[in-house]
């Protein structure tokens, strides 16, 4: 039986009809679940607990004194001729996420606890407690708020402002899930001891109703406090001897023996204003939760006499937490990469300049109108960036300099340009649809259908873009998707097969997008580009086709290739979302000229897995991204998808089909 299944086009943002298999989202779901890493997870399933389920499984005799329920917990029922005969003694469960409570545990043991375990049963886990540490971080915070940009111009300096709702806004409501270990500790000042907040006994009557706990502290430092970095760990036993941490490297028991973790990681919260502490001055920080959220608050006095506790979760008020996400936040907020579209906007701009921005939520209109442009319109596609634009330039006294369209780019009309021709084309690129590097090549059909909109010598920028790669060797991150084979006695074989015929499926084969500084590996080969795009020209009407090979230069263990753009704005400026590499050849990002912890670039990473370390390798690589022209009636699209890695003839090819 076939389905028609929607999906939205990166491409050209519209939503397209594939007919697919049935079995189409179980394909998908199978293959990025990342079962493997947990299983990896060796504080997670540890060896008493096999020992002690292989003894429990021979001492019941096995298959046929096990029984699966496959239904959600909330609809099993009891009884003679229920799906049990009668309450359990023992609760074995894992509901958790790196939230704790955000996959519904709370709700799910409320219910097991009244209609499934008898009381004073004993469950496993024993006992969760949540942490957290109060600290101040400029990088941290420019992943909530928008900064005030300087720009300076021929008529002094300029400063673009945020509107005051977006600066008075509490945020998006969500928990930012991080690898903390990657953070640079220069980039945080800690305010606060780790601090516990909450526990919850699993074998005891747990409620989901919202709940708040209050910590008091003396602030280690006089600062500002603006996020909260939280973890949890849980204990097996009643007596607390076997623990499961979530820690950190800096607060974890024995740094020296943290497991590496995806599937659990730590979290960022943003406190709901910054507000200055004073270091010896105590004060309450207190955790809020309801039956899925956890939310942070500090209060000068405790909870219990001051009745200023959030009643409910934060939630976005401004449109700016709606729009852009934490990353699109940092990268905004780069001063750096800001001044590069200066100078190269510098380079282009006449007193006579029509500049049209065609990038979502961006910025470039205002920085094109305080350089000299003469005129500006920028398209905002949806209603939310539509409404967050016209904010941000009333709050820079913009609101009748700048044109603002609310359409899409390719309906455009000489009308709506007040019949004026565009002279500067303008992007960052960056589309709230895009997820992979390449999706952002939408510019290009953009710049193609507003063909006849621009002017003679019209400039367009970015001028041409390239995609790069390089083979890696990940430290961690090949966990995902490596073999388990057997995992503390237990064969799971059938699992591995499982996901590998999963990967095999068209849309799991697409490569997957991650922040690469959250995991680090090590260069196996010379970055080598791939393709190029040049915007100047429309989009051809034959595909762009790519195919090479990539020599490895050093002994590793292959576990994929990473993937990026770079956008060449002028010939002499290039904004990369791409990497560098230390004197170790760890690769790191680089977002324009800032390496480090990054800012908002996505990096492509084909699925990667653990193969054998060889002397001498190469990656065989074919791109094809199919572009056609554009037109009302048919849509261009983009496709890129990966098979596994296969071994080919002499000397060891690695091949990677990308289609």
Known sequence: MKVFCGRANPTTGSVEWLEEDEHYDYHQEIARSSYADMLHDKDRVFKPMADAAVKIVEKNGFSDKIKIINKHSTE?????????????????????????????????????????????????????????????SRRMWSWNKLFPIPVHTSCGEQVIVPHLELERCPGAPSVYDIQLNQVSSADFTVLSDVLPMFSVDFSKQVSSSAACHSRQFEPLASGRAQVVLSWWDIEMDPEG???????????????????WRDHWMQCVYFLPQEEPVVQGSSIYLVAHHDDYCVWYSLQRTSPEKDRRVYPARPVCDCQA???????????INDQDRTDQYIQALRTVLKPDSVCLCVSDGSLLSLLAHHLGAEQVFTVESSAASHRLMKKIFKANHLEDKINIIEKRPELLTSADLEGKKISLLLGEPFFTTSLLPWHNLYFWYVRTAVDQHLGPGAVVMPQTASLHTVVVEFRDLWRIRSPCGDCEGFDVHIMDDMIKRALDFRESKEAEPHPLWEYPCR??????????????????????????????RRPGRSHGAVLWMEYHLTPDSTVSTGLLKSAEDKVVLCTGTVAGTPTASRQCISSPRRTPERRWAALRLSVTPWISTPTLETSPWISHSQTPWTMGSDPHLLRNKVA
């Open 76 to 136: 099993v029922t009891m009884g003679p001729d229920g799906d049990m005969p009668c309450r359990a003694n023992i609760l074995i469960t894992e509901l958790f996420d790196t939230e704790l409570i955000g996959e519904g545990a709370l709700p799910s043991y409320e219910h097991a606890h009244r209609h499934l375990v008898q009381e004073n049963c004993e469950a496993v886990p024993h006992r969760a407690t949540v942490y957290a540490q109060l600290v101040e």
């Open 241 to 259: 001897k076997i623990k499961c941490s979530m820690a950190p490297f800096w607060a974890h028991s024995d740094p020296e023996e943290l497991q």
């Open 321 to 331: 937490h709606l729009l852009w996400n934490r990353p699109r936040f940092g990268e």
């Open 523 to 552: 260069c196996l080969s010379e970055p080598q580009q791939i393709l190029t795009f040049d915007f100047r020209q429309p989009v051809p009407p034959h595909l762009i086709h790519a195919e090479g090979s990539i020599e490895l």
